[in-house]
Nanobody, 124 residues
Framework: QVQLVESGGGLVQAGDSLRLSCAAS????????MGWFRRAPGKEREFVAQ???????YYADSVKGRFTITRSNTKNTVYLQMNSLKPEDTAVYYC??????????????????WGQGTQVTVSL
């Protein structure tokens, strides 16, 4: 069983930066593909970024060039650095994990473990 705990959300102004963190329990983090998703009010949960256990990274077009996903296997933590935030980035952000050894994936059903979410609100 893997538990994921997100932190770092908050209320910021457009153009500001935030860094989200997701701490994972368990001994298999280094072999686990991790992802960030978000759900804006009235919308479906959508893919934001992922980092595979091989450290390949992928981003949604809407955040490419502004967001950076990284991981620390020594700390069992994945990060999402968000720069140049826009009001349309406002959402609940979720950390997710695939089963150990699984490769890249972009759909929520492909992720087995989920955090509770952290709110990010970007004002004008």
């Amino acid at each position: 069983q893997v538990q994921l705990v997100e932190s770092g959300g908050g209320l910021v102004q457009a153009g500001d930066s935030l860094r989200l963190s997701c701490a994972a329990s368990g001994r298999t983090f280094s072999s686990t593909t991790m992802g960030w998703f978000r759900r804006a009010p009235g919308k479906e949960r959508e893919f934001v970024a992922q980092i595979t256990w091989r450290t390949n990274t992928y981003y949604a077009d809407s955040v490419k060039g502004r967001f950076t996903i990284t991981r620390s296997n020594t700390k069992n933590t994945v990060y999402l650095q968000m720069n140049s935030l826009k009001p349309e980035d406002t959402a609940v952000y979720y950390c997710a994990a695939r089963r150990p050894g699984a490769g890249s994936a972009f759909s929520p059903p492909d992720y087995y473990y989920w955090g509770q979410g952290t709110q990010v609100t970007v004002s004008l």
